[in-house]
């Protein structure tokens, strides 16, 4: 999907496309206005096609997102620049989800250890026995404990 227009970034999140191309023209501060609205809207990645070589233009298009750039509309560099933007983007989408499961498992802790009054390495050791027994990861345990413990306060009156 090759993106010119304002309502471009609109169309990504209405299609979801695996994949952005945005086409660099002459006005490279609306292409880099149209990839930071894209990136915001979009769960795979943006690849930018220059017409010529702009190091700075890439730099800044980095800054707000890009993937990968290709120069000219080479197919087989193309391709190149997809394979590479899918492959990284994955990588980065699994670090995002890791970081916010650790963040989870942290959170879980901190509710055991002030519920139970105990330190962080005994609040682990609840965590793992009890994935250990139910056949669960820790991070879905974690993930219960968060999404339950207002429950399990005491009702203000």
Known sequence: MSL???KSSAATERERPDVSLVEVGPSCRHALELI???VQRSTGP???MLSVRDPAFVREAAKRGV???TVGTI???LQGAIDIAVRRCSEYQGLQLAFARRAEIE??????MASHAIDADEAFGMLRAHS???GQKIADVGAAIVRSHLLLLPFPR
């Open 4 to 6: 010119r227009s304002p």
């Open 36 to 38: 930071e609205q894209i």
């Open 46 to 48: 943006v690849i930018t």
């Open 67 to 69: 993937f990968a750039y």
């Open 75 to 77: 197919p087989e560099e």
């Open 107 to 112: 959170q879980a802790k901190g509710i055991l």
């Open 132 to 134: 250990q027994r139910h």
